[in-house]
């Protein structure tokens, strides 16, 4: 257990800020399986620049790694494509 004040503060900080990221990682997953689900290119296509600015917030936060937002991006331009 943290007996220093500035160690408290660090774990109350580390919670919320857990909480957070999970919320937006899983809110970009159930956007990026929306997308993916899609078989309406003009659907499809008007999701795609929200997708992809959700990916780049969570690869400028750290929260995913900058690789796999450009692999998951890459991925589903392939599949807006092929629609």
């Known amino acids: 257990m943290a007996h220093h004040l500035s160690a408290k503060k660090r774990i109350r900080q580390t919670e919320v800020r857990n ?3 999970r919320y937006y990682a899983v809110t970009a997953r159930n956007a990026v399986k929306k997308l993916r689900l899609s078989t309406v ?13 959700m990916l780049d917030k ?13 692999n998951l991006k890459s991925k589903l331009q392939k599949h807006v494509n092929s629609l």
């Open 58 to 70: 969570l690869a400028k936060k750290n929260i995913i790694h900058s690789n796999k937002a450009a």
């Open 19 to 21: 909480e957070s990221n």
């Open 41 to 53: 290119k003009t659907e499809a296509a008007e999701l795609f620049p929200k997708v992809v600015a």
